[in-house]
């Protein structure tokens, strides 16, 4: 199983980014995965997450409204489309199949001005 994050970086209070997560190694379009993120010194904490044919998603309340999450099975491809960010969203951001340990190595998110 192989999970790989990217489209992290610096953005200003305000700014949009959108993550990717390339998986591999498992039968994508069975499941369902969620991204996570975690601060130095704080416990990785659930953001979003979507079921395996993306007719369902759920997320934390501190995205509500902001962030939306997203997949396409045919590309073995998971999103984040992160909006409105401030800087408490600054995190290590990570994807992960859901009901197993498989993490990928996470993407780092600074929202700074």
């Known amino acids: 199983v192989q999970l790989v994050e990217s489209g992290g970086g610096l953005v200003q209070p305000g700014g949009s980014l959108t993550l990717s997560c390339v998986a591999s190694g498992f039968p994508f379009r069975e499941s369902g995965m969620s991204w996570y993120r975690q601060v130095p010194g704080k416990e990785r904490e659930l953001v979003a997450q979507?079921?395996?044919?993306?007719?369902?998603?759920d997320y934390a309340d501190f995205v509500k409204g902001r962030f939306r999450i997203a997949r396409n099975n045919g590309l073995n491809k998971l999103y984040l489309e992160m909006n409105n960010l401030k800087p408490e969203d600054t995190a290590v951001y990570f994807c992960?199949?859901?009901?197993?340990?498989?993490w990928g190595r996470g993407t780092q998110v600074i929202v700074s001005s």
């Open positions: 992960k199949r859901n009901q197993y340990q498989d």
């Open positions: 979507i079921s395996n044919l993306g007719m369902s998603t």
